[in-house]
């Protein structure tokens, strides 16, 4: 597609439920990202993706978050058993190539548990 | 390892003044280094990048930063702001790899 598209924008979940959150990057890019920001702060780095693979997964906050990404395409998000301190907006960027390339961020998926 | 400084949460100016916003790194190898933009409930833009070569870039909507490996520094500049430059800035660097550490971000109002 011409961006990242994120599903859905807003989601209002009850603690204790799962989410999943979606990502569809750029179509021939092979690198994705997740990143979480929460209200005020930077971006935390969650998970990264170079295909169908995950290199580097050790922003994951604990075993309650997951994600997979198959058909070197859409990715998705997965919280277990949510929590209020999930509250944030999942962020998903993919890229081209090598860092020079630059991030290419979808809009995001604001998340509130309640 | 590698991280952001970006001194400044919150940057005031008037319209048609000067914009600037300071960003520190540390890295141990030659980063590359990105300026976002980010507007109320949008995703990132990217603003400019340095990855080799002129050490002064320029970005869309009148930005510029310069890279000064003696400072390690990669600030950010606008001669005269505008209204719609109000957002929030974030800083970033890539020592090579595939994954961005992004500073804490500054968020820039505009007085009219």
């Known amino acids: 597609g011409a961006g990242v598209s994120q599903s859905p924008s807003n989601k209002v979940t009850e603690k204790g439920k799962d989410v999943e959150l979606r990502c569809d990057p750029i179509?021939?890019?092979?690198?994705l990202y997740w990143y979480r920001q929460r209200l005020g702060q930077g971006l935390e780095f969650l998970i990264y993706?170079?295909?169908?693979?995950?290199?580097?997964k050790s922003g994951l906050p604990s075993d309650r978050f997951s994600a997979e990404r198959t058909g070197e395409s859409v990715s998705t998000l997965t919280i277990q058993r949510t929590q209020q301190e999930d509250s944030a907006v999942y962020l998903c960027?993919?890229?081209?190539?090598?860092?020079?390339?630059?991030?290419?961020f979808g809009s995001g998926t604001r998340l509130t548990v309640v | 390892a590698q991280s952001v400084t970006q001194l400044g949460s919150h940057v005031s100016v008037s319209e048609g003044a000067l914009v600037l916003l300071r960003c520190n790194y540390s890295?141990?190898?030659?980063?590359?280094l990105f300026w976002y933009v980010q507007y109320p409930n949008q995703g990132l833009q990217l603003l400019l990048k340095?990855?080799?070569?002129?050490?002064l870039v320029k970005g869309i909507n009148g930005f510029e930063a310069e890279f000064k490996k003696s400072e390690t520094s990669f600030h950010l500049t606008k001669p005269s702001a505008h209204m719609s430059d109000a957002a929030e800035y974030f800083c970033?660097?890539?020592?090579?790899?595939?994954?961005?550490?992004f500073g804490a971000g500054t968020t820039v109002t505009v007085r009219a």
């Open positions: 960027a993919s890229s081209g190539g090598p860092p020079n390339y630059g991030y290419t």
């Open positions: 179509s021939g890019h092979t690198a």
């Open positions: 993706f170079q295909g169908n693979s995950a290199p580097d």
């Open positions: 890295s141990s190898v030659p980063p590359y």
């Open positions: 340095y990855t080799t070569g002129a050490t």
């Open positions: 970033a660097v890539s020592p090579n790899d595939y994954k961005l550490s």
